[in-house]
């Protein structure tokens, strides 16, 4: 049995086809691990198009797409925020025109309480992309303190992994989220 991305319900997967999604994680992460170079898939054999498609000829290749861009050592090996800020790339924020865009600079440390690094959450990187719609007030309330992240929810492809891990780097980048030491404990 798998389980869904987006929910905490069994999803409809065959075993198979449940053996050859692990494999292919399993070998990506290997992949990652090493520090394998940039390698993109065709689309007829990234076992998500149907190769016998005749819309696979209209469709752009990864490679031809994405190899043109500043690279990076996981997900889809492209690191985006380079190629906004060298301007490879240009980004609507917003579905309508009129929307005024506001680019927030502040940080906010999440994690207060566990026991690994605390989460320096950038809204400066995220607003460049994103309207602050995209996830206030459905996936994060804008009160502090009022949202409780949970990684399981995340890993589950709710509140952060709405993006992380479908189009935004993978949630197996652990520090670069859990990116800030903890303070040293102050003893007397």
Known sequence: MSWSRRSATPASTSPAKARAARGALAALLVAFAAGAPAQWQPLAKDGIHDPASPALEVLQEPREA??????????????????????????????????????????????????????????????????????????????????????????QGEQCGVCHGAVA????????????????????
């Open 66 to 155: 994405l190899s043109r861009l500043p690279p990076d050592n996981a997900g889809n090996r492209v690191d985006w925020m380079r190629a906004l800020e060298e301007g490879a790339i240009a980004p609507r924020s917003t579905l309508y025109r009129d929307t005024e865009v506001r680019t927030l600079d502040t940080d906010i440390l999440l994690n207060l309480k566990g026991g690994t690094p605390l989460v320096r959450f950038p809204h400066r990187s995220h607003t460049q992309w994103l309207d602050c719609s995209s996830c206030h007030e459905q996936l994060f309330k804008s009160q502090a303190g009022a949202n409780r992240l949970s990684m399981l929810a995340i890993l």
């Open 169 to 188: 780097f993978p949630l197996t980048e652990c520090r670069r989220c859990h990116n800030t030491p903890r303070p040293a404990a102050v003893r007397y």
